[in-house]
């Protein structure tokens, strides 16, 4: 398990570019946990920690891609039919038993073993094309093949999929359901991959009410710490929730530092700033460093980052906006590269896809911003982004009526209908 640096996540100042930002942070971020084997039945969406080499051909022999008859092209007449006897039988699990002659077809079916050739025989490899059924005739135990097929048809080579000794799977990579079936396919029931990075999430704030308690006035229930909790999970982090801290100084400073003693990273969302009644700062300084990042960015400009130190490792700490939306978009595009790093993962980013805007939006120039929408079908069939009509941080509703996010660079400033832009889709960011 490697360790951060102290100055890590030194880098404030004035308002920064969202790529600029990314690069300083991931630049410095290192893997720090540990790595484990775990069965493929639970290897699906975690992050593999070694490469995976293939110690086998797939598949393990030649073999007929269709149900038909093993020949050997030499047999057949380029311009007649050929009348060859049918001996023998291979079928998927079940090879001829025996080499293949010369001037005889092998009745075979989808998936079976292409047969040998004996060792005296011109040709000791065995037949080397495989003729469709549908495209011969069967009279008694001879089959007739027209002319025109090619050498080799119908006919799957041994390591087609995979070579024995090639890399098949890099470290790194998060697993998904067809990274887990080729590790299947080469014979492998286990993979090494990284541990769950250890996340204790809380919030702070006297005015936060965990749902389900009565609501008094001037009170919100604490829905973010929810928020984070699904989007941490689904990245495969295991997380504790230490709930809602109470705006007092000395209560923050031993919950951070106790949770530090048994965490790999410490994420709250709202509550870091320079008012008086804001704690975390204080106690996050008292324990290591913080530093406020203001990333030319909308929503979310203002976010903090941090060490706590814990023994004699510093453990990473995240401070988002507090804003509903904000702290999405900011988890999304910033917190999540970082957890996935942590992990060892190697794509950092999340998909962006090309699609058409059907809205038109003015922004400043020099920031990122992100605005909600939804696909729609647009006059030629084809999806555009449509604007989702309200753009407040605190309306969490967007985020459920919206497909994702159009990203618009620094440079744009004013988007018109039709334009092209980024989308980012909520269901491609797991």
């Not at 975390?280 to 030319?296: C, D, P």
């Not at 497909?403 to 980024?422: N, R, Y």
Request: hydrophobic share 45%; proline share 8%.
């Amino acid at each position: 398990m490697a360790q951060l640096t102290d100055d890590c996540f030194a880098g404030g100042g004035p308002l920064m570019p969202l790529d600029e930002a990314l690069d300083r942070l991931l630049g410095r971020l290192v893997t720090v946990t540990g790595v484990e084997p775990v069965p493929l039945t639970r290897a699906g969406d975690r992050i593999l920690a070694e490469p995976v080499v293939a110690p086998i051909d797939v598949p393990r022999h030649d073999n007929s891609a269709v149900d038909g008859y093993a020949v050997y092209f030499e047999d057949l007449n380029a311009n007649a039919e050929t009348r060859l006897p049918v001996n023998g039988r291979a079928a998927a699990g079940h090879p001829l038993g025996r080499p293949a002659r010369r001037g005889e077809a092998i009745r075979i079916f989808t998936g079976a073993a292409m047969p040998l050739g004996a060792a005296t025989e011109p040709d000791s490899a065995g037949p080397d094309t495989v003729m469709m059924q549908e495209d011969c005739r069967l009279e008694g135990d001879v089959v007739i093949i027209r002319p025109g097929i090619k050498r080799g048809a119908n006919r799957r080579l041994a390591g087609e999929d995979v070579r024995a000794g090639r890399t098949i799977l890099e470290a790194g990579t998060r697993l998904r359901p067809q990274e887990v079936g080729l590790a299947a396919s080469i014979g492998l029931t286990t993979l090494p991959v990284s541990q769950p990075l250890r996340v204790a999430l809380f919030s702070t704030g006297d005015e936060l009410v965990e749902p389900g308690m009565p609501l008094e006035t001037g009170a919100i229930y604490d829905s973010n710490r929810y928020t984070l909790a699904a989007m941490l999970s689904q990245l495969g982090a295991a997380v504790t929730d230490l709930g809602i801290l109470p705006d007092r100084r000395e209560v923050v400073r031993l919950s951070l530092a106790v949770a530090a003693q048994e965490h790999d990273l410490l994420i709250t969302s709202g509550g870091v700033s320079v008012g008086e009644e804001d704690h975390v700062k204080a106690a996050v300084e008292a324990l290591g460093n913080l530093h406020f990042w203001r990333l030319a960015i909308k929503p979310g400009r203002p976010i903090a980052f941090g060490q706590i130190m814990s023994e004699d490792r510093p453990v990473p700490f995240i401070g988002l906006p507090g804003n509903p939306v904000a702290v999405m978009v900011t988890f999304l595009r910033i917190a999540r590269p970082m957890v996935l790093r942590l992990m060892g993962a190697k794509d950092l980013a999340p998909p962006l896809f090309r699609v058409r805007a059907a809205f038109e939006h003015k922004k400043k120039k020099d920031r990122r911003e992100w605005v909600r929408a939804r696909l729609v079908p647009d006059s030629a069939g084809d999806l555009a982004a449509q604007k989702f009509p309200r753009d407040g941080a605190g309306i969490l509703s967007s985020m459920v009526e919206s497909d994702g996010l159009v990203e618009l660079p620094e440079d744009t400033t004013h988007l018109a209908p039709g334009s092209m832009v980024d989308f980012l889709p909520f269901n491609e960011v797991r």
